[in-house]
């Protein structure tokens, strides 16, 4: 932590420069991503990593540096804990990702809840050093909350202006001011969210600054903005470059030939050392994964967490011991947590095919 006002002293300019370099290493960020990021000290990132820097606002430029370290390290450490796995869902992300980039359009990504969204978008985050990343939670779909944490991604704390920039601008052209021509990847999660405000707001954003956007999100978006007639919406509309479907092409409901989770990727995801899954345990959570809509990856994690807090108990295993998990403990798992009609159904459809699988 430095003290926000008065001059630092050589020790403390010196632990700065020493832990930049220390972070830069560790996750492999170019100089070209600590300006994109930092744009108050621009240039000025060369001379200060070779401690070659003396201009009279170095002090400046090294609070900046290190609130932009603090911000960065916790966006990492808040990543989901499941690992990530290059699914169907993952690949097509990735591909969005790459064309807003490429060609600097808003590229919106639609699918059911649970499909790995928001995984993929942390993901997304690493790729492009300069990403701002920003979660769309209940409370923050104003226009007002989308404008507040965009600026702090952009660690503007205050409204206080900068040393550097011109007299007389609003918080807005402060926001823009930072981010015209960055070409950061704006990265908006759970985006279904938005308010009509808050998606005008992007749009101005957009057309000033022109930075790439992938908005990730469920189908009713792309639906609100293309059945919206309003001069507004109509304008946001002719400004995404791609939207992208999801789950194309895929299978909606379990069972079917062509699923949008493969047993290959249901083993990658939630198989570890300590864990294992039976074969029938496998074909239990593929069908939960594909039951789009109704919690998907999600509701796995969900069953089997629980399957393995009771199958230790009962068989007085360590969180360390190796344990194989049954499709028999993820149906146990599943009853205690399930009272919706329509998903019991879904459970005895599953507990019938697992029979006649292993008979």
């Known amino acids: 932590m430095l003290p926000n006002e008065g001059p630092l002293t050589a020790a403390q300019r010196d632990e700065v420069v020493d832990a930049l370099k220390a972070y830069m290493e560790k996750h492999a960020i170019a100089q070209a991503d600590v300006r994109r990021q930092c744009p108050g000290v621009g240039n000025a990132v060369s001379p200060i990593l070779k401690k070659t820097y003396t201009h009279g606002v ?11 370290m603090e911000v960065d390290a916790r966006r990492r450490q808040t990543r989901p804990h499941r690992k990530f796995v290059e699914t169907h869902v993952a690949k097509k992300i990735m591909q969005c990702a790459s064309q807003a980039s490429k060609r600097n359009w808003i590229v919106v990504a639609h699918g059911p809840t649970g499909i790995g969204k928001s995984m993929v978008a942390h993901v997304v985050a690493e790729k492009f050093p300069s990403a701002l990343y920003l979660r769309i939670a209940k409370g923050d779909d104003t226009f007002t909350r989308v404008r507040q944490m965009l600026a702090v991604a952009l660690r503007m704390f205050s409204r206080r202006k900068r040393k550097d920039e ?68 109509g304008q946001l509309y002719r400004r995404i470059g791609l939207t992208c479907d ?50 998907s990856l999600g509701r796995c994690e969900q069953y089997l967490a629980m399957a393995l807090e009771v199958e230790r108990t009962v068989r007085g295993l360590n969180i360390e011991d190796p344990i194989t998990v049954t499709a028999a403990a993820l149906h146990r798992a599943e009853a205690e947590v399930t009272d919706d009609a329509g998903m019991m159904e879904d459970m005895k459809m599953r507990t019938q095919r697992t029979v006649a699988a292993t008979a």
């Open 166 to 233: 011109p007299q007389g601008l609003t918080f807005n052209q402060r926001i823009f001011a930072r981010l015209r021509s960055s070409h950061r990847l704006l990265i908006i999660d759970e985006a279904h969210r938005l308010t009509d405000s808050a998606l005008e707001f992007l749009r101005d954003v957009f057309d000033e600054c022109q930075v790439p956007m992938l908005w990730l999100c469920t189908k009713d978006l792309v639906d609100r903005i293309r059945q919206d007639s309003d001069e507004d919406h």
């Open 246 to 295: 999801l789950v194309r092409g895929k299978d909606k409901t379990p069972g079917g030939t062509h699923p949008l989770f493969t047993l290959d990727e249901i083993r990658k995801l939630f198989e570890s050392d300590k864990v294992r899954l039976a074969a029938d345990a496998q074909g239990f959570l593929q069908d939960v994964a594909n039951m789009l809509g109704q919690g």
């Open 58 to 68: 170095l002090d400046d430029h090294l609070r900046e540096l290190n609130n932009w």
